[in-house]
């Protein structure tokens, strides 16, 4: 476990007032002349806090949530194990060898057309893009993939951006799959970073490294350069930053609601009776995630393509974030919490806990001077 | 109760529940357990600090450090004794003595006016100055019949905050 750093204040102007979210019901302003008994009653504070251990509402974002057990008589356990040999025996080596015809295939095109039409780069992405479509159809097939998308496909216009809700990096695989859309994404290790680099790259991906500060400019002024291009592939943008496990939605980021563009809302909701499809990346590294996928027996989901929202007159691009949260959150039946999901990796600021201390100190200075 | 396995047994639940005086019902152990779990990512049988400052809401509380200081190195079954004063089982002297032994920071059974200016420190933080806290609490004080310099032992303070409207009660989630 990492050492948690206090967040950047950059990351403040992030929030809206994650008071009005929070419980606290039972705190009414207290009226009346200052009494000793109202500075040494520390109850509702200390309720707060035994609420918070007890259970809260950001710890439950990053819960796994396995199905229910289902083999455990005499009947059904058998037929659980019959189970298992088919999905280990049978369908595992099947998508394996599925998966690997369909990389074989993909490399064997990508780079004769990579490099053989260098020259003619219209015609060079858009088979890059076909091809593109084609390995995630592949990698979907590998799971079983059951989609249904619903709504009009997303088209290629300039000035446009995609926000999805986030789960794994599957989803990446799963709207890829339709449209090959440029992505934003944390950089990664190992084999996925090897795969960001080159073909990603081709895609007009652009990567961001969460531990950097400085990097967030760089990487807003990459964003706003792209979408201004009309050559460029269609921008996806996940703002909630983080994986979160597909009941809940956090805080969107507002760097994709700032681009001056349309942002197409974009729902995903994974059915999880087939698979739990969230990728809890503190437990299990992508690898083992794509082999427990490989190993169910279905990944089902439903993908919405919602009605394309533009700021609206008056809004700000935090507001307008948090709308465009509601609509995800509406459709694909998820809970909202008032929590970035980078308190994964920092701690909040001072600045929460400052605004409680003034609220209670500016209470007992108006008290100790009524009568 | 292992730092390994992460199943209670009857006799476990039994024992803690003995250990925080019935104040919890057998289901809310077995929750509070999976709750216990679940903050003690490394699993050494106790929540660390940095455990639970990765809980925001408890991170963003005035009394974090104090409460910290309390929790430190607690097993499960401490850990559930320190939330019985938040159940609704539990008597108002039980409420009380938890906010006596919160104040209470050198755990003499006394409390000093440094000891209750170093909690209205932590509530109020810079908006109000050091000097004007110490004033405001003489002053309460004074009115409510306590000299500067007394030291309140928990019978005062069942005097001045126990009373019916006391709330503090949590909710244990059930599945």
Redesign the interface.
Known sequence: ?S??NTSNSEFDLDRPN?EDY?PSG?IQEPRGK??????????????????????????RCF?SNPPEPWNWNVYLFPLWCLGVVVRYGFLFPLRVLVLTLGWIIFLSCYFPVHTLLKGNDKLRKKLERGLVELICSFFVASWTGVIKYHGPRPSMRPRQVFVANHTSMIDFIVLEQMTAFAVIMQKHPGWVGLLQSTILESLGCIWFNRSESKDRGIVTRKLREHVEGADNNPLLIFPEGTCVNNHYTVMFKKGAFELGCTVCPIAIKYNKIFVDAFWNSRKQSFTMHLLQLMTSWAVVCDVWYLEPQNLKPGETPIEFAERVRDIISVRAGLKKVP?DGY?KYS??SPK???R???S???S??RR?EEK | MGNTSSMLTQYDIEEVQEHCNHTFSQQEIVS?YQ?FC??D??GCGFISA???????????????QR?LRM?DGLNFKEFVAF?SA?SSRASLQQ?VE??FK??DSDGNGKVTFNE?LD??RD??????SEQ?REK??T???E??G?AKDSLLVQAD?MK??GNSG????????VD
């Open positions: 476990m050492k948690l994650i929070l039972s200052l009494r000793l008994r109202d500075l040494l009653d520390i109850s509702p504070t200390l309720t707060e806090a035994a609420g918070a251990i007890v259970d809260d509402s950001f710890t819960k929590w308190l701690r909040p929460h806990r400052e409680k201390q003034q209670f100190a500016e007992v200075l100790l | 509070l709750r679940q903050l990512r490394n940095d455990e639970f400052m990765s809980v925001p809401e408890f991170a963003v509380n005035p009394l974090f409460l929790l939330l938040f409420k938890f906010i919160v104040y209750m909690i209205l509530l109020t933080g810079q908006f109000i004007q405001v609490l002053r309460v004080l009115e409510a306590y303070f001045i905050v006391l709330k503090m009660e949590v909710e244990v989630p």
